[in-house]
């Protein structure tokens, strides 16, 4: 895997096709509706703003997966918009996410069941260092079993873009073996390389949300569309390593 140019290649993928770009930019546009309405103490156009929203949330999640299955099939394209497909599309990332959080949140439930009565008896007690030690052990628990669990579900996603089929994104073994196969050390370089990039970007772009009025309307309708294909298209690519042997 040649890390830097996979770097390199999903930091071009937005701007590869410029004239597509703003459609992209528009979607974002949707989440910035509720704000301008609350400032503006309008009603009507917050309503506006509460079904642009939920028009958001089924429809951007699709077009997403769309830019993780084009990387994954080595396109440089950007995906066209397709209203029923992409909230199809968004409906099976949702279902996929929440499959993959079911363990996460029922070992949180358990252990709210079983720590927290003990937890109480430890505070009104005033045995801090006990009801600490205890509190930052489940704490601790369940961060690592949701970070797992993240962990599957973003190369499920991949799978899910590739193949097409929730059946395969939900087979937790092939999940595995392909993290296997692209490398657990590959990923790790990965992640940490797209994770400085991405926030040394965040970072620096963030500064124009002191531009008065527009200032959070560029950064949440331009800078953040472009960070997230970059990350989608990355992960579709990171997959392609392995993608051309099925």
Known sequence: MDLSKLVMNSFKYPFRNIKKLPILCLLFVFIAIIPIGLIANNNYVTAIGVIAFFLFILTVPGYFLSMVKLGSNQSSMLPSFNLVNNIYDSIR???????????????LLIALFVFGPATRNLINNLRIIEFLATVGFVFVM???????????????????????????????KKVIRDIKNIGIVNIIKWLI??????????FISSFVMSIPYVGFLIYGCIVIPIIESIANYSLGLLYSNIAKNY
Do not use: D, G, Q, W
Not at 98 to 106: G, K, L, R
Not at 159 to 167: E, G, H, I, T, V
Not at 193 to 202: G, R, S, W
């Open 93 to 107: 990332v949702l279902f996929l996410r929440i499959v993959y959080m079911i363990v996460p949140t029922t070992l």
């Open 193 to 202: 390389v797209m994770a400085i990039l991405l926030n040394a970007i965040t």
């Open 142 to 172: 369940i961060l690592i079993v949701y970070f797992i669990f993240e962990f599957l579900l973003f190369f499920a996603k991949a799978r899910l873009a590739y193949f097409n089929s929730l059946s395969e994104a939900l087979n937790i």
